[in-house]
C-alpha cells in the first residue's frame, strides 16, 4: 500500500472510522458516539459503519435500507476482518470507494481532481480526497468550492483530534495550494443518470457505489441523439443575469418522452449539470400559468361540451372566497362570443375562468389528478380547490416541468395516462435480471376528448399563442406564461413525441428579463421547435394521422 500516502490513510481512518486498528470489523463505541452524536444535532451528521462494514456494502451486498441489511453487512465484515490483515482492507477500500465525476478510488479521484498520481499530491489535497467519501458529489471542488473548502477544514479538525496532528502542521497543511484541473467538460445525460441514480436508490435502496460500481448493467430509455439536441437547445436561453453563484439566469429544463408508453428520451434539468446539479425538471414546482387550461377544458369535452359552444369573452366578476376578482385577457382584448376552440387558440382568461366556474372546480381538478398532477394542491376556505388557479395556472404549490409533460401523455395518445420510466431492465453482474420496467397505461379521458384536444390544440400552434413553436410537420400544444413572467411553459406533441420545455429564474418570483425584454411563452414555444426540429429529424418522419376536429 506504498503508492497511497501514509497521511490520506490517516486522513481516511480519521475522518472514517477513528477505531478502525482497534476493532474487529464492527465499532459499537463508534456505533453510540454516531447515534448520541445525531440525536444532539438533529439530523445525521455521522455514520456508525466502519471501514470494514463500508467495504462489505460496497462490494457484496445490494445495500436495502433495511435491519436486515445492515446485519449482513456486519456479518461480512467480521468475515473480511477474519480473513484479511487491516491493511489488506484499508487497501481494498481505497481503491474502490467512489469519489465523484466517474472516480472510483484514490489513485483515479487523484488524477480526475489533480491531474497527477496520488503519491505526487499535497496534505490539504489528501484531506480533501478523504474527506470526499462522505459525500462525492456535495464536496466536490468542481461543483461547490466553497462546501470544499468547509470539508478540508473538517477533515484536518479531525485530524486532529484522531490522527495526531498538531494544530501547528494542521494550519500549516491548510495553506499549502489546492491545484486543481479546470472543471470537466460537460457531461452529456448528467440530469438523466443522476435522476436516474436517484430513482433507482428510492425504489431499491441501493447506494451510487453499488448501481456505479456493482457490475449492474443497466438498460436506459435515453436517446442520446434527442439528449444532445435537448442540452444544445437549452443552452441557446438568452442570459439576464448571474445569480450569487455565478449561475446563468434565467435557467430552463426539456423533458421528452414516448406519449403512448411513457419511455424518457430527454431528461434536462438546467444548462450544466456540472454547474448546477439542481434537477429543474423534476425537483422545481412552479407555476403552470395557461399551461393549466387544456385539463379545463379537456374536462369540459368529458362533461358534453364541444369545442363549438359558445361563451362570452367580456369582462366578468368572479366571487371567490368572499371576494370579488376580474381576470384579464393577456392582450386586454376582449373578443365577444367566442368558441371554446378559439377560446383556447387565444388563451382568453375570461373563458377559462368561466368554464372551470361552470364545471365546478372539484370537477377539472380530479381530472388534472388522474391525468397525472398528483402534486396539484387545492387552495381555499376550508380546502376547497380555488378556481383561479385551476383556471390560470396561480396553484398553491406548482408542478414540475415533468409532471406537466407526463400529464399531456393522455392529450397525444388517445386517452390514457401513462407512466413514465428511465430504464427498460436492470442485469446484475452475473447477468440475471434483477427489475425491468413495462409501460402502464390507465384510460383517464376518451378516444374522442383525447383528438379534439389535440385538433385544438393544433390550432394553437398553427395560429394562436405558440405560432413559435410551428415546425416542418402538424404539431399540437400550449404555451403558458405566469403574469410576473417568473415562468415560461410550453408543452407540445406530435405521434411520435411528447416535450415539455420550462424557462424561469431560480429565484421563483423575479421576472425574466433580458437586454431585449422580457421572456416568457414565446422563447419556450421557441426552444421547443428548435429542439423537436433536431430530435425528430423531420425529413424522415411520418406525416401525422388524421385527428378528428379541436386553442393559449
Same mark, same amino acid.
Given at each position: 500500500?506504498?503508492?497511497?500516502p501514509?497521511?490520506?490513510r490517516?486522513?481516511?481512518?480519521?475522518?472514517?472510522?477513528?477505531?478502525?486498528?482497534?476493532?474487529?470489523?464492527?465499532?459499537?463505541?463508534?456505533?453510540?458516539?454516531?447515534?448520541?452524536?445525531?440525536?444532539?444535532?438533529?439530523?445525521?451528521?455521522?455514520?456508525?459503519?466502519?471501514?470494514?462494514?463500508?467495504?462489505?456494502?460496497?462490494? $457484496?451486498?445490494?445495500?436495502?435500507?433495511?435491519?436486515?441489511?445492515?446485519?449482513?453487512?456486519?456479518?461480512?465484515?467480521?468475515?473480511?476482518?477474519?480473513?484479511?490483515?487491516?491493511?489488506?482492507?484499508?487497501?481494498?477500500y481505497?481503491?474502490?470507494?467512489?469519489l465523484?465525476?466517474?472516480?472510483?478510488?484514490?489513485?483515479?479521484?487523484?488524477?480526475?481532481y489533480?491531474?497527477?498520481?496520488?503519491?505526487?499530491?499535497?496534505?490539504?489535497?489528501?484531506?480533501?480526497?478523504?474527506?470526499?467519501?462522505?459525500?462525492?458529489?456535495?464536496?466536490?471542488?468542481?461543483?461547490?468550492?466553497?462546501?470544499?473548502?468547509?470539508?478540508?477544514?473538517?477533515?484536518?479538525?479531525?485530524?486532529?483530534?484522531?490522527g495526531?496532528?498538531?494544530?501547528?502542521?494542521?494550519?500549516?497543511?491548510?495553506?499549502?495550494?489546492?491545484?486543481?484541473?479546470p472543471?470537466?467538460?460537460?457531461?452529456?445525460?448528467?440530469?438523466?443518470?443522476?435522476?436516474?441514480?436517484?430513482?433507482l436508490?428510492?425504489?431499491?435502496?441501493?447506494?451510487?457505489?453499488?448501481?456505479?460500481?456493482?457490475?449492474?448493467?443497466?438498460?436506459?430509455?435515453?436517446? !442520446?441523439?434527442?439528449?444532445r439536441?435537448?442540452?444544445?437547445?437549452?443552452?441557446?436561453?438568452?442570459?439576464?443575469?448571474?445569480?450569487?453563484e455565478?449561475?446563468?439566469?434565467?435557467?430552463?429544463?426539456i423533458?421528452?418522452?414516448?406519449?403512448?408508453?411513457?419511455?424518457?428520451?430527454v431528461?434536462?434539468?438546467?444548462r450544466?449539470?456540472?454547474?448546477?446539479?439542481?434537477?429543474?425538471?423534476?425537483?422545481?414546482?412552479?407555476?403552470?400559468?395557461?399551461?393549466?387550461k387544456? $385539463?379545463?377544458?379537456?374536462?369540459?369535452?368529458?362533461?358534453?361540451?364541444?369545442?363549438?359552444?359558445?361563451?362570452?369573452?367580456?369582462?366578468?366578476?368572479?366571487?371567490?372566497?368572499?371576494?370579488?376578482?376580474?381576470?384579464?385577457?393577456?392582450?386586454?382584448?376582449?373578443?365577444?362570443?367566442?368558441?371554446?376552440?378559439?377560446?383556447?387558440?387565444?388563451s382568453?382568461n375570461?373563458?377559462?375562468?368561466?368554464?372551470?366556474?361552470? !364545471?365546478?372546480?372539484?370537477?377539472?381538478?380530479?381530472?388534472?389528478r388522474?391525468?397525472?398532477?398528483?402534486?396539484?394542491?387545492?387552495?381555499?376556505?376550508?380546502?376547497?380547490?380555488?378556481?383561479?388557479?385551476?383556471?390560470?395556472?396561480?396553484?398553491?404549490?406548482?408542478?414540475?416541468?415533468?409532471?406537466?409533460t407526463?400529464?399531456?401523455?393522455?392529450?397525444?395518445?388517445?386517452?390514457?395516462?401513462?407512466?413514465?420510466?428511465?430504464?427498460?431492465?436492470?442485469?446484475?453482474?452475473?447477468?440475471?435480471v434483477?427489475?425491468?420496467?413495462?409501460p402502464?397505461?390507465?384510460?383517464v379521458?376518451?378516444?374522442?376528448t383525447?383528438?379534439l384536444?389535440?385538433?385544438?390544440?393544433?390550432?394553437?400552434v398553427?395560429?394562436?399563442?405558440?405560432?413559435?413553436?410551428?415546425?416542418?410537420?402538424p404539431?399540437?400544444?400550449?404555451?403558458?406564461?405566469?403574469?410576473d413572467y417568473?415562468?415560461?411553459?410550453?408543452?407540445?406533441?406530435?405521434?411520435?413525441?411528447?416535450?415539455?420545455?420550462?424557462?424561469g429564474?431560480?429565484?421563483?418570483?423575479?421576472?425574466m428579463?433580458?437586454a431585449?425584454?422580457?421572456?416568457?411563452?414565446g422563447?419556450?414555444?421557441?426552444?421547443?421547435?428548435?429542439?423537436?426540429?433536431?430530435?425528430?429529424?423531420?425529413?424522415?418522419?411520418?406525416?401525422?394521422?388524421?385527428?378528428?376536429?379541436?386553442?393559449?
Amino acid at each position: 500500500m506504498t503508492e497511497i500516502p501514509l497521511f490520506l490513510r490517516q486522513a481516511v481512518i480519521a475522518t472514517e472510522d477513528a477505531r478502525f486498528y482497534r476493532h474487529h470489523g464492527i465499532d459499537l463505541r463508534g456505533l453510540a458516539r454516531a447515534f448520541f452524536h445525531n440525536l444532539r444535532a438533529g439530523r445525521i451528521e455521522q455514520g456508525g459503519s466502519t471501514i470494514t462494514q463500508q467495504l462489505a456494502k460496497i462490494t $457484496f451486498l445490494t445495500p436495502e435500507r433495511t435491519i436486515w441489511r445492515k446485519i449482513a453487512d456486519m456479518a461480512y465484515a467480521v468475515r473480511l476482518e477474519r480473513r484479511y490483515s487491516k491493511d489488506e482492507i484499508l487497501r481494498f477500500y481505497l481503491n474502490q470507494i467512489y469519489l465523484g465525476h466517474g472516480a472510483f478510488g484514490m489513485e483515479a479521484a487523484a488524477q480526475t481532481y489533480f491531474g497527477r498520481h496520488v503519491w505526487e499530491i499535497n496534505h490539504k489535497e489528501a484531506m480533501l480526497l478523504a474527506g470526499l467519501i462522505r459525500g462525492p458529489e456535495r464536496y466536490s471542488p468542481f461543483r461547490n468550492k466553497q462546501a470544499a473548502a468547509e470539508r478540508i477544514q473538517t477533515v484536518a479538525e479531525l485530524m486532529q483530534r484522531y490522527g495526531g496532528l498538531t494544530e501547528e502542521e494542521s494550519q500549516r497543511f491548510l495553506r499549502e495550494p489546492l491545484r486543481l484541473l479546470p472543471a470537466p467538460g460537460r457531461l452529456q445525460g448528467g440530469y438523466f443518470v443522476a435522476q436516474l441514480i436517484a430513482d433507482l436508490r428510492t425504489r431499491f435502496g441501493w447506494s451510487e457505489e453499488f448501481i456505479r460500481r456493482g457490475g449492474l448493467e443497466i438498460w436506459t430509455t435515453m436517446d !442520446l441523439k434527442m439528449q444532445r439536441a435537448a442540452e444544445e437547445t437549452i443552452r441557446l436561453l438568452p442570459i439576464g443575469y448571474r445569480d450569487a453563484e455565478g449561475i446563468p439566469q434565467p435557467e430552463g429544463a426539456i423533458v421528452a418522452m414516448e406519449p403512448n408508453e411513457g419511455a424518457v428520451r430527454v431528461l434536462v434539468g438546467g444548462r450544466d449539470h456540472l454547474l448546477t446539479p439542481l434537477n429543474r425538471a423534476t425537483r422545481a414546482h412552479r407555476q403552470p400559468g395557461s399551461a393549466i387550461k387544456p $385539463f379545463a377544458y379537456a374536462a369540459a369535452l368529458e362533461a358534453g361540451f364541444s369545442p363549438e359552444t359558445i361563451y362570452p369573452d367580456e369582462p366578468t366578476v368572479f366571487w371567490i372566497d368572499g371576494r370579488t376578482w376580474q381576470p384579464r385577457n393577456y392582450d386586454d382584448i376582449y373578443r365577444g362570443p367566442i368558441t371554446l376552440r378559439e377560446a383556447l387558440v387565444y388563451s382568453v382568461n375570461v373563458v377559462a375562468a368561466s368554464l372551470v366556474r361552470d !364545471l365546478g372546480p372539484r370537477r377539472v381538478f380530479e381530472l388534472a389528478r388522474r391525468m397525472g398532477l398528483e402534486s396539484l394542491v387545492p387552495s381555499g376556505k376550508r380546502n376547497d380547490v380555488g378556481l383561479a388557479p385551476l383556471a390560470l395556472g396561480g396553484l398553491t404549490r406548482g408542478v414540475t416541468p415533468f409532471e406537466l409533460t407526463a400529464a399531456y401523455a393522455a392529450f397525444a395518445n388517445g386517452g390514457f395516462r401513462v407512466r413514465p420510466f428511465l430504464f427498460t431492465r436492470i442485469l446484475d453482474r452475473r447477468g440475471r435480471v434483477i427489475a425491468a420496467e413495462t409501460p402502464r397505461r390507465e384510460r383517464v379521458i376518451t378516444p374522442r376528448t383525447a383528438a379534439l384536444m389535440t385538433e385544438m390544440m393544433q390550432g394553437v400552434v398553427e395560429r394562436g399563442t405558440g405560432v413559435r413553436a410551428r415546425i416542418d410537420r402538424p404539431a399540437a400544444g400550449k404555451t403558458g406564461t405566469t403574469s410576473d413572467y417568473s415562468d415560461g411553459w410550453f408543452i407540445g406533441y406530435t405521434p411520435e413525441l411528447l416535450a415539455g420545455v420550462w424557462i424561469g429564474n431560480d429565484q421563483s418570483n423575479r421576472p425574466m428579463k433580458t437586454a431585449e425584454g422580457y421572456l416568457g411563452s414565446g422563447t419556450a414555444a421557441s426552444l421547443w421547435a428548435a429542439f423537436m426540429n433536431r430530435a425528430l429529424n423531420l425529413e424522415s418522419a411520418s406525416p401525422a394521422p388524421p385527428q378528428e376536429s379541436p386553442s393559449r
